[in-house]
C-alpha cells in the first residue's frame, strides 16, 4: 500500500515556523517511505481568510521544494460533498442540532442530543460520538494516548452555516486516500473524536503522528493568531529548511546555505529519522517571534 500524507495550511495569514514545521515533517515522512505528499488548503472559515492568501501559501510552499503529488484540494469548492456527509450523520442520528450558545457551554457540556431538536435558522451540528468510544489513540511518535476532551460533542456545522474544520478534514482525509496524518500536537485532543467521526462515516481510519510545536518564550503556540512572524520575512529559503530541520532533531551536519533547495531536501529525506523527533513542544529561535 502507497503511503499517503499530507499539509493542510489555513489561509489566515502566510506560513510562520510552525507551519512550516508541519509542512516539513509531513513531507520528510512521506518521501521516506516512497509516498505521495499532498496539499489541501482549509479555507471554510472564510471571514478568517484574507483573498490571495492561499496563492501566497502555494508560493511559499513552492520555494520551499514542497510540491503537491497531486491536485490540490480547495476546501471552499467541496462545500456539496460536506453537506451530503453531514445530512447522513443527521439521518443515522450521529449528528444532532445544538442551540447552545458559547456561554453556556463554557459552563457544561452540550446536551442538545437528549432533546432530538428540529433544524432551524442559527443552529448549529453536532457529532455524537459511536457507542464504544474511547477518548485514546496510538500516535506513531508518542505511543499510546489518553485525552481528556470535556465536550466530546464537537462541531460539524458552525451556527452561522460555515462547514467545520472537523468534518471537513476527516472526509477530505478519507476521500484522498491518506494513510497517515502529520500535523501539530496541538490537535491531539480531538483525534478520539475524529477517529470516530471516520468510523461513523464507515471510512477507514488512517494512523496519527503529531510533531511538536514551536513555541514562544512564553510557552503558548507560534500561531498566526499570536501573529508570529511571516518566516519569509525573516529567513532565506535554505535557513527556513535548516532551522526545522534543527527543530525536529533532524541531521543538518552536511548542510549549509549556500546548497539549493533540492539538495537540502534530498538529503534530508534520505537521513529522515522519526525517532530522532523530538516527542515535546520547544521554543523557537528567538528571531521567529
Not at 483573498?51 to 503537491?68: C, M, P, R, V
Not at 445530512?87 to 443515522?92: I, K, Q, R
Not at 534530498?266 to 529522515?272: D, I, P, R, Y
Amino acid at each position: 500500500m502507497t503511503y499517503i500524507g499530507r499539509f493542510a495550511p489555513s489561509p489566515s495569514g502566510r506560513l510562520h515556523f510552525g507551519s512550516v514545521v508541519a509542512a516539513v515533517g509531513s513531507y520528510l515522512r512521506a518521501k521516506s517511505q516512497d509516498g505521495k505528499w499532498l496539499i489541501r488548503i482549509e479555507d471554510l472559515d472564510t471571514p478568517r481568510c484574507p483573498i490571495g492568501t492561499a496563492e501566497i501559501i502555494l508560493q511559499e510552499l513552492d520555494a520551499l521544494g514542497l510540491k503537491s503529488d497531486g491536485e490540490i484540494l480547495i476546501q471552499s469548492q467541496r462545500k456539496k460533498i460536506y453537506e451530503k456527509a453531514l445530512n447522513t450523520l443527521l439521518d443515522e442520528k450521529q449528528a444532532f442540532f445544538c442551540t447552545c450558545t458559547r456561554a453556556e457551554l463554557s459552563q457544561r457540556p452540550c446536551s442538545c442530543y437528549l432533546e432530538a431538536k428540529s433544524k432551524f435558522p442559527h443552529a448549529s451540528v453536532r457529532f455524537k460520538p459511536l457507542n464504544g468510544y474511547e477518548p485514546s489513540f496510538h500516535d506513531e511518535l508518542k505511543g499510546d494516548i489518553k485525552v481528556n476532551l470535556p465536550d466530546k460533542f464537537i462541531t460539524l456545522k458552525r451556527s452561522d452555516g460555515i462547514i467545520a474544520y472537523n468534518l471537513a478534514c476527516v472526509i477530505d482525509d478519507a476521500l484522498c486516500h491518506v494513510t497517515e496524518i502529520v500535523r501539530g500536537s496541538d490537535l491531539i485532543d480531538v483525534t478520539p473524536i475524529q477517529i470516530s467521526l471516520f468510523n461513523a462515516l464507515h471510512y477507514k481510519v488512517p494512523s496519527f503522528l503529531h510533531l511538536p510545536l514551536a513555541l514562544e518564550q512564553n510557552g503558548s503556540k507560534l500561531s498566526k493568531q499570536n501573529h508570529a512572524k511571516a518566516i519569509f520575512d525573516v529567513l532565506t529559503v535554505q535557513e527556513i529548511l535548516i532551522a526545522v530541520l534543527q527543530f525536529l532533531g533532524q541531521n543538518t551536519n552536511q548542510l549549509n546555505k549556500s546548497m539549493d533547495v533540492n539538495s537540502i531536501l534530498s538529503f534530508a529525506v534520505e537521513n529522515f529519522r522519526l525517532d530522532k523527533i523530538p516527542a515535546a513542544s520547544s521554543v523557537a529561535p528567538d528571531n521567529l517571534f
